[in-house]
């Protein structure tokens, strides 16, 4: 066993995270006896009190077991698996949640959210190399694959969600955020004929693909329909009667309920609403509000699959719409 130490992290972390990695590698395995606490001192040029801390740490969290409080033996057949989203949404935990019940109780699931924080990415995945059996990550860009990832054993990464770039020798179960929303919308064309005027909601602080604007605008004027794309809806916004509202923001559906309220205009009947990605609240808001966006629960048990099988996957999600009562 060799071990360079850094000034990254403390050195009992750094000893935790070199043994995790070889039980990950299966340098280590199952019921194989660690070196003595003196032994790991002497080698390594560590105090004593280092390694018994790095061991207990470990031993805390079930991956070692000791013997009379001397003898160390690797106790856990877990398989680690770093799950690296972007931002918390109820859909995010339906993914989550999926991939969490579908996987035995030995897989161990690290959750972390990069928040669309490039530094925090590269930084979450430089840290993680070689620690998990799997990494499956929602990239930070959808048109470029994010450098960092080149630290990951290809055969071990899933690429999740975002992905309009070359993904050779990648796997991935990905959503077209492009082709798939025009020929969603041209599934719906004819109920969209009752309106006068279609509206994209693109909040400009938002993450979502901006190639979408341009396939949203591309399908109105193959179809003939007035268009327009607008930034937010605030309490300046007029909702029209006859306007058709495609929104991808939470926060801008709430917006458009309430302005149509106090213009005593009724949805489905005076506008048109679809949100964009599925929410539990959907079902139940004024008799229902009509969705577009994949099935994350079928992303998480394709997710599933991969982690538990190894088993290349390259799959493009379809693009579905549920409806209810908004349009």
């Known amino acids: 066993m060799s071990l360079q130490f850094t000034n990254r992290n403390s050195k009992v972390q750094q000893l935790v995270d070199y043994i995790q990695k070889s039980i990950a590698a299966r340098e280590l395995k199952f019921g194989d006896k660690l070196p003595s606490i003196n032994k790991l001192s002497q080698d390594f040029h560590i105090s004593r009190d280092t390694v018994f801390k790095a061991f207990s740490d470990l031993k805390k969290r079930g991956i070692i077991e000791s013997v009379h409080g001397k003898n160390y033996y690797v106790s856990s057949v877990n398989r680690n698996i770093l799950l690296l989203l972007d931002e918390y949404t109820p859909f995010k935990e339906t993914l989550y949640n999926t991939l969490r019940n579908n996987l035995p109780t030995y897989y161990h699931i690290d959750l972390w959210f990069h928040q669309y924080n490039e530094q925090l990415f590269n930084q979450i995945i430089h840290n993680s190399a070689g620690l998990y059996n799997q990494y499956l990550v929602m990239n930070y860009h959808n048109e470029q694959l994010s450098e960092s990832l080149s630290k990951i054993d290809k055969k071990k990464l899933?690429?999740?969600?975002?992905?309009?770039?070359?993904?050779?020798?990648?796997?991935?179960?990905?959503?077209?955020?492009?082709?798939?929303?025009?020929?969603?919308?041209?599934?719906?064309?004819?109920?969209?004929?009752?309106?006068?005027?279609?509206?994209?909601?693109?909040?400009?602080?938002?993450?979502?693909?901006?190639?979408?604007?341009?396939?949203?605008?591309?399908?109105?004027?193959?179809?003939?329909?007035?268009?327009?794309?607008?930034?937010?809806?605030?309490?300046?916004?007029?909702?029209?009667?006859?306007?058709?509202?495609?929104?991808?923001?939470?926060?801008?559906?709430?917006?458009?309920?309430?302005?149509?309220?106090?213009?005593?205009?009724?949805?489905?009947?005076?506008?048109?609403?679809?949100?964009?990605?599925?929410?539990?609240?959907?079902?139940?808001?004024?008799?229902?509000?009509?969705?577009?966006?994949?099935?994350?629960?079928?992303?998480?048990?394709?997710?599933?699959?991969?982690?538990?099988?190894?088993?290349?996957v390259h799959t493009y999600m379809p693009t579905l719409i549920t409806e209810r009562n908004s349009y």
């Open 158 to 312: 899933l690429l999740l969600d975002f992905g309009k770039f070359d993904k050779k020798g990648y796997s991935y179960v990905c959503q077209d955020f492009d082709e798939a929303l025009y020929q969603a919308l041209e599934s719906i064309q004819e109920r969209l004929r009752g309106y006068d005027k279609l509206f994209f909601v693109f909040n400009k602080s938002h993450k979502h693909p901006t190639s979408s604007k341009q396939f949203f605008s591309q399908f109105c004027i193959d179809h003939d329909f007035a268009f327009e794309i607008i930034e937010e809806v605030n309490e300046k916004t007029t909702i029209t009667r006859g306007s058709f509202y495609l929104v991808i923001k939470q926060e801008d559906i709430v917006s458009i309920i309430r302005q149509g309220r106090k213009e005593k205009l009724q949805m489905q009947s005076d506008y048109g609403l679809l949100a964009y990605n599925e929410n539990p609240f959907y079902e139940v808001i004024d008799g229902g509000i009509s969705s577009i966006g994949i099935d994350w629960r079928r992303m998480g048990e394709l997710t599933a699959t991969f982690v538990t099988s190894g088993k290349p």
